[in-house]
C-alpha cells in the first residue's frame, strides 16, 4: 500500500489491485505507523487438565512419555503424543550417548538372558524387591519376562523352560554374563568354571551356552535393553496383590505391548517376527527332559506343612524335617519326593491358605505320649585320704 500510494495510485485503484477494501486501504494509510498485530491470548490444550500429574509423574523420575501416554488414556485424556513430549522435554534427565559394535544375527541363532532388580513398596509403606527374568530372541527381539522371588539357580533353569514354552523353540545357544548361577568363576588358565547344574540343562535340553567377555555387560545389550524397557514401561504402572497376580499382569503387558509394538531398532513388530524365526528355532524338549528342573526345593516344617508362595500345603507327616520339591501347574500344586508324589493340592486363591492332604497326621503318635526319660547327672562322695599317727612321720624323718 505505501508503495503504491507512493506511486500516486489512489484508494480506488488500491483497493482493486489488492482484493481489499477501501476503508481498509484509508486505515493503513492513516495509520501513524506500520500496524502491529494484536498478541493472542494462551490457546487451551487438551494436556492442560492433566498437567499436574505430569509434573507429579516427572517429579518422581517417570519420564517416559509412552508410560505417561498409557496413563492419561486411562484417565480420559484426547490429546496427541507430541503434545505430551515436547510438555516434557525440558524435565527429561539427557542421555549420554555410548559408542558400541553392533553384532547382528541370524534367526534362531541367539538369545540373550539377564535378572533385574526391581523395588516396590509395600501397603504398610515398607519396601521390598524382587527379581525380573529376562530373556530376548537377538533377531526377532520378542522378549520373556517372569517375575520371581528367588534368583537361584533351581529358580533360573525352570525360568528357562517357561521362556521356551512362550517363543515355542529354543536357539541354538544363549548368551550370559559371568553369575553364579552360570558360571562359579574361571580356572587359571581364564577357562570358565561351569555350574554343573547349570552345565547339566544346557547339555540335556541342547542349547549351547555362551559367556559375554568380564567387564563387557554391554555385549548383551539386546537383553540389557530389554530390562530397561520393563523397568521403564511397565514397572512404572504395576499395582499387583501377590506374585501370581503380577506375573498375570506381566504376561498381559508382554503379548499386548511389548511384544507388538514397533521396534526401535529393527523398525518390526517382535511377535511378527517371532512367527517368521520360528520355523529355525530347536524343537521343545520333552517333559521327561524337563521334569526335574521345573520344581523348587523347600523343606518340611515341623507341622507337615511346606511354604510357598505365601500359602502353606501339607504333606504326610512321616516327611516332617525332610527336603522335598514342590512343582506348579496350571492350577495344581504337586509336592515330590524324589521319585515320589506324595500331596496333590490345588492352588490356594489367598495368601497364608493352609490346605491339608488326607491323612496327614495318620499313624503318628499322640500329643500327650510319655517323653522320654532324660539324662542326669550324678553326685559322688569325696575322696576318703588314710590317716596316719605322727610316729610314722618321725621314723621316716630319722
Not at 504337586?334 to 495318620?362: N, S, Y
Request: proline content about 7%; aromatic content about 10%; glycine content about 8%.
Amino acid at each position: 500500500m505505501y508503495e503504491l500510494h507512493g506511486e500516486g495510485m489512489s484508494i480506488r485503484g488500491m483497493a482493486r489491485t489488492l482484493d481489499v477494501s477501501r476503508n481498509t486501504v484509508r486505515r493503513y494509510l492513516r495509520a501513524p505507523g506500520i500496524p502491529q498485530p494484536r498478541p493472542r491470548g494462551p490457546r487451551a490444550s487438551k494436556l492442560d487438565p492433566f498437567k499436574r500429574h505430569v509434573d507429579e509423574r516427572l517429579a518422581s523420575g517417570i519420564d517416559n512419555c509412552a508410560v505417561l501416554l498409557r496413563e492419561l488414556r486411562s484417565q480420559g485424556y484426547t490429546g496427541g503424543y507430541t503434545i505430551l513430549k515436547d510438555y516434557a522435554k525440558p524435565f527429561r534427565r539427557p542421555h549420554q550417548a555410548k559408542v558400541t559394535m553392533r553384532y547382528e544375527t541370524a534367526p534362531g541363532e541367539q538369545a540373550q538372558v539377564d535378572w533385574g532388580l526391581f523395588r516396590y513398596t509395600l501397603p504398610s509403606g515398607g519396601k521390598r524387591r524382587i527379581w525380573a527374568f529376562v530373556m530376548v530372541m537377538s533377531w526377532s527381539r520378542a522378549i520373556y519376562v517372569e517375575f520371581v522371588q528367588r534368583a537361584d539357580a533351581a529358580t533360573f533353569l525352570r525360568c528357562h523352560a517357561h521362556a521356551f514354552g512362550a517363543f515355542g523353540g529354543m536357539p541354538k545357544r544363549i548368551l550370559y554374563d559371568n553369575a553364579k548361577v552360570v558360571v562359579q568363576g574361571r580356572d587359571r588358565e581364564g577357562k570358565p568354571v561351569w555350574n554343573e547344574r547349570f552345565l547339566d540343562f544346557s547339555l540335556r535340553l541342547g542349547f549351547d551356552a555362551q559367556l559375554c567377555r568380564v567387564y563387557r555387560a554391554q555385549t548383551k545389550g539386546r537383553v540389557e535393553s530389554g530390562v530397561k524397557y520393563v523397568r521403564r514401561n511397565f514397572w512404572p504402572t504395576a499395582r499387583f496383590t501377590d506374585l501370581d497376580d503380577l506375573d498375570n499382569q506381566v504376561i498381559a503387558w508382554v503379548e499386548g505391548v511389548a511384544n507388538q509394538r514397533i521396534h526401535g531398532t529393527t523398525g518390526e513388530i517382535p511377535g511378527q517376527e517371532l512367527l517368521k524365526e520360528r520355523p529355525a528355532l530347536r524343537p521343545l524338549p520333552g517333559a521327561e527332559r524337563l521334569q526335574p528342573f521345573l520344581r523348587e526345593g523347600r523343606r518340611v516344617q515341623r507341622d507337615a506343612f511346606v511354604q510357598w508362595r505365601r500359602c502353606w500345603y501339607g504333606v504326610p507327616a512321616a516327611y516332617a524335617g525332610r527336603n522335598v520339591e514342590v512343582q506348579p501347574r496350571e492350577d495344581t500344586i504337586e509336592i515330590w519326593a524324589g521319585p515320589d508324589r506324595i500331596a496333590v493340592h490345588p492352588k490356594a486363591v489367598r495368601p497364608r491358605q493352609r490346605m491339608t492332604v488326607p491323612g496327614q497326621w495318620t499313624n503318628q503318635p499322640s500329643g500327650d505320649a510319655r517323653p522320654p526319660k532324660e539324662p542326669i547327672a550324678a553326685m559322688i562322695l569325696d575322696v576318703e585320704v588314710e590317716r596316719r599317727s605322727l610316729a610314722m612321720y618321725e621314723m621316716v624323718l630319722q
